[in-house]
């Protein structure tokens, strides 16, 4: 098992295009998390998936994202008609979600340039 | 909105050092956690202290909570230059597995 894989690792765009990202999360685990990161904060959660449910979505998350999980495997996040604050670092992570306090494995991130 | 608030902001020190760095958060909490980060990549996980647990100890690393005062400490012990990273609390709260991090304390550690 090689962790959680993100790709594209970066990404630039013009502004107004749409974007997709993928994320593949450890395959025993069944809960994904989407995370934004922008320069010198910590990380905002986004929204999170128990196996296909996505069960809870931050205000941040605009009409604009939307975040799939269609079988439980890799989820996708796209952002429709980017904006330049769109520009961040995009953190997937995963758990195993039957047990509290256990530990999220993050990806390398995707970083998204809107110019 | 980030929940907590890291103490300091930045932080340089020379090799062999300790560092300590400090989290303060606003609500009630399952557990914190540690992360680390280096330049422009993904975040790895350090360390995890339950709300009943007081102090927990990995390798280097000494981690302090005090519910009552909702703060937490990291400290590094006998810093190395490859300890150079940028360190975030995050907590969990009642949302399983959901975590709210603090803005982050840059370590420098110099050879």
């Known amino acids: 098992d090689t962790g959680v894989s993100q790709d594209p690792r970066h990404k630039i765009t013009k502004r107004g295009q749409n974007v997709t990202f993928r994320c593949d999360p450890i395959?025993?685990?069944?809960?994904l998390y989407w995370y934004r990161q922008t320069l010198g904060q910590g990380p905002e959660f986004l929204t999170y998936?128990?196996?296909?449910?996505?069960?809870?979505k931050s205000r941040l998350l605009s009409d604009r994202f939307s975040a799939e999980r269609p079988k439980g495997s890799f989820s996708t996040l796209e952002i429709q008609r980017t904006e330049q604050g769109d520009s961040a670092m995009y953190l997937c992570a995963s758990s195993l979600g039957y047990r509290r306090n256990t530990e999220a494995f993050f990806g390398q991130g995707t970083r998204l340039t809107v110019v | 909105s980030q929940q907590g608030e890291e103490d300091p902001q930045a932080l340089s020190i020379q090799e062999g050092e300790n560092a300590t760095m400090n989290c303060s958060y606003k609500t009630s909490i399952n557990n914190l956690q540690w992360y680390r980060q280096n330049s422009g990549r993904g975040l790895v996980h350090l360390i995890l202290?339950?709300?009943?647990?007081r102090e927990k100890h990995s390798g280097r690393l000494r981690v302090t909570l005090d519910t009552s005062k909702k703060s937490s400490s990291l400290l590094i012990t006998a810093s190395r230059a490859a300890d150079t990273a940028s360190y975030f609390c995050a907590t969990e709260g009642t949302s399983y597995g959901k975590l709210t991090f603090g803005q982050g304390t840059i370590l420098t550690v110099h050879p």
């Open positions: 998936f128990q196996n296909e449910a996505q069960l809870e």
């Open positions: 395959s025993e685990h069944n809960r």
């Open positions: 202290i339950r709300s009943n647990e």
